[in-house]
Structures are given as structure tokens and as C-alpha cells.
């Protein structure tokens, strides 16, 4: 007899299974059951029904939350900040997240199927080949750096549940290679410039101030070998002279992190002393202090800065002797240039000009009137009020000391204040009839400066008239003859810093009778 074939999800085949189950089970009620017993059989019935739907619903829900996690870990298979991959043993890509199709801007539908080994750059295929025959061998973790397209990448490898299968996480490393490459090229090149220095350098452990490394120039400079230098403390190496003074240099450095000395005396190796500039400083290198030392050779500069100070002194002490060429040939103004310098100077820092600038300003007022050489000695020493002619001849020994003076090269416009010393804002001056801003500002201090010092002394043909004339003279001139920020920078000094001039020969105590001049007679002289 040939055998039915049934359709196990037909609902009358259901049924049939169902009911002889049913049989099977006992529970089927027969003709021996008791009322009792079927009405307990009916009540059960709807109870194992809610039983069964509750348990269903604990199966959706159940369900549910696997589906999420699968989801979950699906996104972080996904979207982890590493590529992963699922090779076989010939390196066929069974499996790649989409961090992976990111990383190597391919789409996993192209990716799967293909070589891993076909992606890598030729020169880094051994390698990676090495790393998972290894892997396979060992049936350990390795791991190996291969370059795929313009990145970088590290690769982990392990087994994966499959014996016959890797999985390999790609880490981009690119950035990190870079920042090496560029730390290693900065070394390169901090060492070549290390080498190259024209100064010795020394690197000093911090905590302990022995020396880890020296420059080939401290060796050249000091006649000492890298390896007498190297290993040794500051203060034990041959060269220091005053072991004290390397000592305290440590010890300050520790609080100070920076110290300097100008010039500190170092022994070369043959014996011969040489002066140095020394500094040195704290800084740090990978969270840990270091302590670097500069050492400068200053033994040409001191030689230029004595050369440079003999040729200034030099200088200042022709400068006196010009001036002094002039007062010995006038008796009465002997000490006038010398005085006229204290106030100029004296204005000058009122006015706040540089050290610089004050050093000219004194060398230009000792020199104002060297020009009066060439006025004959009777008209300087002329007893009786000056003629018109007199004082055109007076007058030119502004130019006279111009062209003495212009020959010679100051680092400041001396020969140009010497002649514009006696010029006036309102152009009433001499040589040139200048005005205002056309004047030097030093030319400008120098004309009160020499006003007030000629108002207080006496001359041959009068009197002296006093200070405070002097300075009433010119502030009444102010803004028209003399510079008002000028004039009142003088008036402050006598008048609340109690400046005061220089004490004057005993030839200006003789004072000849009735020969005063008003005081526009000889302002211009």
C-alpha cells in the first residue's frame, strides 16, 4: 500500500497530529471520567493556554533584546575607530567593517573576495606575509607595520574561531609615523646645529649636574677631549678655575632655572686663561628637567670694547683739550664751556635723552665755542662795550668752529650743534637765521644753557647779573628766542632741584665799573 504524503503545516494534518498527541498523553477524558475530574481537565485547559502565551511573550521579548545586541555589536564591529577583517590562510578577505571600507576608500563588496596581500605596497608584502605564516605556525598573536596606499597601518593578527581563519585589526598609524619622522628630522637637525655651534655647549643631568654630552667647539675652545669632558661634574672638569663659583652656578640653577655671567675666566688645557660668557638654563625634555650650558669666547670682544673705550677716551680727553686751547687764550671765560656742559646735560636727562644721546650733548657743549680760536685775544678780553664790527667778528666763530669740526667723525652731529648754537626760533639767530624745527634739539638746549651761564658771570666790559635775571630773561624769551619745554626744564632745575654751576675762577670776582650791557647786547655772542 502506498504511503500518504502530508503537508506538516496543512491545518487539518495539524489537527490530526494534535488529537493523537493528545491521545498519547492521557489527558483525553473517557467514559470512567468523573464530573469532578473533567471540571478540573476544563480549568486547566485556559490556564496552560495563558501559561503558553506568557511564555511566548517572554520568547518575543527575549528576542527582541537579541536582536539589539546583535545590533549594538554589529555598530561597534561596524564603526570601531580600527578596520577588521576576516582572512582566510591565502589571505582572501572573507569580512571587513566599514571602518575598514573607510580606511582604504574601498567598498566592502569590492573588498570581499579580493587578497589583503594585493593591497599592501610591494616593499612591505614579505613582511606581512612573515607575520601570518608565523601566525599560522604559532597559533599566537603577531603583529607587523605594511603601508596600503598613502597610509600607514599597523596590523594585530590572532586565530580565529575558525582554525582555517585570521582576523587582523588595521590601527592607521600615519599621523604617528609623521609626528616620528618629524621628531627624528628635528633631531637630526638640533644635533647638526649641536655640532656645528660656534660656542661650546654642555648638556648637565639635573639631579646630579654631571655632563651627559659636549659639543666638538668647548673641546676645541679648551683643548680638552669630548671624553675628559663627558662623565665628569661641572665642577670637576679641568677647564672651570673657580670650582665655588660652578658649584653655586648648580645649586642657583635649581631655583632660578636661568643664570649669567658675563665674564668668568676659563683655563685651556695648555694653561692659557680665557674669558667667557656663560650662561645657562633649565628646560625639559620628556617631562624630564635638563640643564644646558653656553660657553662664548669674549676675549675678541673684550679686546674690541678696551679698544673701543681707549679711542672714546681719546676722544673726550681732545675734545678737553680743544676746549682748553680756547679758555687759556681767555682768561674770563675759563670754565665757561665746562659749565654750560653741566646744564646741558642737566636738561638733557630732564628731558629724558638717552645715555647715548646725553654722552653727545656733553662732547657738543665742551665744544660750542671752540670756533672763538680764531678771534683775536684783544677783542676777547676788550674791557670796553663791543662795536657793531666787534660783534660781527664775534659771530663767526660759530663757522669757524664748524669747519674745525666737521672733519672729524663723531657718532653724534657735533659739528652740526657747534654751528647752530647760537640760531633762534624766531630765526633772529646767526649763522643761518634758522627757525624752529630746523634747530638740532641739541643746538636748541645748548643756546639757553650758554645764556644762563653768560648772565651769571662777569665779562670784561660788565657784570655779573645774577641767576635770577637769568631765568626771567629767558622765560620772557620763551616760544620766541629759546624752546619753552626747554626753558622750563631749565627754570625746574635751579628752582625746585637746586641746581647750581660749578664753582667759577677768581679772575670773574673782578668786576669792571660801569661797563654793563643790556642783556640782547651780548645774548647773541
Known amino acids: 500500500m502506498k504511503k500518504e504524503n502530508s503537508n506538516p503545516l496543512d491545518p487539518r494534518e495539524l489537527r490530526r497530529r494534535a488529537e493523537e498527541r493528545l491521545k498519547k498523553s492521557g489527558l483525553l477524558p473517557d467514559s470512567k471520567t468523573s464530573a469532578a475530574e473533567l471540571q478540573r481537565m476544563l480549568y486547566e485547559l485556559p490556564v496552560h493556554q495563558i501559561e503558553l502565551e506568557m511564555r511566548n511573550e517572554q520568547l518575543k521579548y527575549a528576542y527582541e533584546e537579541i536582536q539589539q545586541e546583535h545590533q549594538r555589536y554589529a555598530d561597534l564591529y561596524n564603526f570601531a575607530p580600527v578596520g577588521y577583517v576576516r582572512l582566510a590562510p591565502d589571505s582572501t578577505i572573507l569580512e571587513a567593517n566599514l571602518t575598514t571600507e573607510s580606511m582604504l576608500s574601498c567598498e566592502r563588496s569590492q573588498l570581499i573576495g579580493a587578497r589583503f596581500g594585493s593591497l599592501i605596497a610591494q616593499a612591505d608584502l614579505p613582511a606581512f606575509n612573515d607575520m601570518v605564516d608565523k601566525l ?131 683655563q685651556h688645557k695648555s694653561g692659557k686663561t680665557i674669558d667667557v660668557e656663560f650662561l645657562s638654563y633649565v628646560y625639559n625634555v620628556d617631562k624630564q628637567k635638563a640643564i644646558q650650558c653656553n660657553i662664548r669666547d669674549i676675549t675678541d670682544q673684550k679686546k674690541l670694547r678696551e679698544n673701543k673705550n681707549a679711542i672714546l677716551a681719546s676722544h673726550q680727553e681732545t675734545i678737553h683739550a680743544l676746549a682748553s686751547m680756547v679758555e687759556i687764550r681767555d682768561s674770563y671765560t675759563a670754565g665757561h664751556q665746562k659749565r654750560v656742559a653741566e646744564l646741558s646735560v642737566s636738561i638733557a636727562r630732564e628731558l629724558r635723552f638717552s645715555p647715548v644721546e646725553i654722552e653727545g650733548m656733553e662732547l657738543s657743549a665742551i665744544l660750542h665755542d671752540i670756533g672763538k680760536f680764531s678771534i683775536p685775544i684783544e677783542l676777547l678780553c676788550k674791557s670796553t662795550p663791543l662795536t657793531v664790527s666787534d660783534k660781527e667778528l664775534l659771530r663767526n666763530h660759530s663757522q669757524a668752529g664748524y669747519d674745525v669740526l666737521k672733519g672729524i667723525h663723531f657718532p653724534w652731529p657735533i659739528a652740526q650743534t657747534v654751528l647752530q648754537h647760537h640760531e633762534r626760533l624766531d630765526g633772529s639767530g646767526y649763522p643761518n637765521g634758522l627757525k624752529g624745527d630746523s634747530i638740532s634739539e641739541e643746538a636748541k638746549i645748548i643756546a639757553v644753557a650758554d645764556t644762563v651761564e653768560a648772565m651769571t658771570g662777569t665779562r670784561p666790559y660788565r657784570a655779573a647779573f645774577g641767576i635770577d635775571k637769568a631765568l626771567q630773561h629767558i622765560q620772557q624769551e620763551s616760544g620766541t628766542l629759546f624752546d619753552p619745554l626747554i626753558v622750563e626744564a631749565c627754570v625746574k632745575l635751579f628752582n625746585e632741584k637746586k641746581f647750581s654751576f660749578s664753582p667759577r675762577p677768581p679772575s670773574e670776582t673782578l668786576m669792571v665799573a660801569g661797563k654793563r650791557a643790556r642783556a640782547k647786547s651780548y645774548n647773541s655772542l
Not at 585570521?166 to 599621523?175: F, G
Not at 665628569?232 to 672638569?237: A, G
Request: contains cysteine; aromatic residues 10%; hydrophobic residues 35%.
Open 136 to 266: 599560522y605556525q604559532t597559533r599566537t598573536p603577531v603583529h607587523s607595520e605594511v603601508t596600503i596606499g598613502n597610509n600607514s597601518y599597523h596590523l594585530d593578527a590572532i586565530i580565529s574561531d575558525n582554525p582555517q581563519e585570521c582576523r587582523i585589526t588595521l590601527t592607521d598609524i600615519s599621523d604617528t609615523r609623521l609626528a616620528l619622522e618629524s621628531l627624528h628630522n628635528k633631531e637630526i637637525q638640533y644635533r647638526s646645529l649641536f655640532e656645528a655651534a660656534q660656542e661650546g655647549i654642555l648638556i648637565l643631568d639635573y639631579n646630579s649636574g654631571k655632563i651627559v654630552d659636549a659639543n666638538p667647539y668647548i673641546a676645541h675652545l679648551m683643548g680638552f677631549s669630548l671624553d675628559e669632558i663627558v662623565g665628569k661634574e661641572l665642577w670637576e672638569i679641568g677647564f672651570i678655575l673657580d670650582k665655588n663659583l660652578a658649584r653655586t652656578a648648580y645649586l642657583e640653577l635649581q631655583t632660578k632655572s636661568y643664570i649669567r655671567y658675563s665674564d668668568i675666566p676659563l
